[in-house]
Nanobody, 127 residues
Framework: QVQFVASGGGLVQSGGSLRLSCVGS????????VAWFRQAPGKEREGVSC????????DSADSVKGRFTIFRDNAKRTVYLQMNNLKPEDTAIYYC????????????????????WGQGTQVTVSS
């Protein structure tokens, strides 16, 4: 059974940092494209960052470039999202997801392309 468990969210002041983790089980995470998405109240789910298994390349939304970094530890079956210099507009529920049909991340990632999802973790940034 494939399962992802996300953690690391919380309440942080503007300018602060958080590291989100997503642990996969039942799947070799290092073989597939993985992504972080987020959804703010009243807004559509959007891709934040993605990581390709094929060449290790990553891509991110313009709104988070230079602040967020996606990286993996395949031995731990974990994908991370390091978030620095957080802003109130980053407030959302963050989800990790894997595309088990693809090794390469295609930007922008669309939710329907991703098969397996973590449960989401709330990030709240106060001003």
């Amino acid at each position: 059974q494939v399962q992802f468990v996300a953690s690391g969210g919380g309440l942080v002041q503007s300018g602060g940092s958080l590291r989100l983790s997503c642990v996969g089980s039942g799947v070799t995470l290092g073989d597939y494209a993985v992504a972080w998405f987020r959804q703010a109240p009243g807004k559509e789910r959007e891709g934040v960052s993605c990581s390709s298994a094929s060449d290790g390349s990553t891509d991110s939304a313009d709104s988070v470039k230079g602040r967020f970094t996606i990286f993996r530890d395949n031995a731990k079956r974990t994908v991370y999202l390091q978030m620095n210099n957080l802003k109130p507009e980053d407030t959302a529920i963050y989800y990790c997801a894997a595309n088990l049909m693809r090794r390469r991340c295609v930007w922008p990632p669309t939710a329907y392309e991703y098969d397996y999802w973590g449960q989401g973790t709330q990030v709240t940034v106060s001003s």
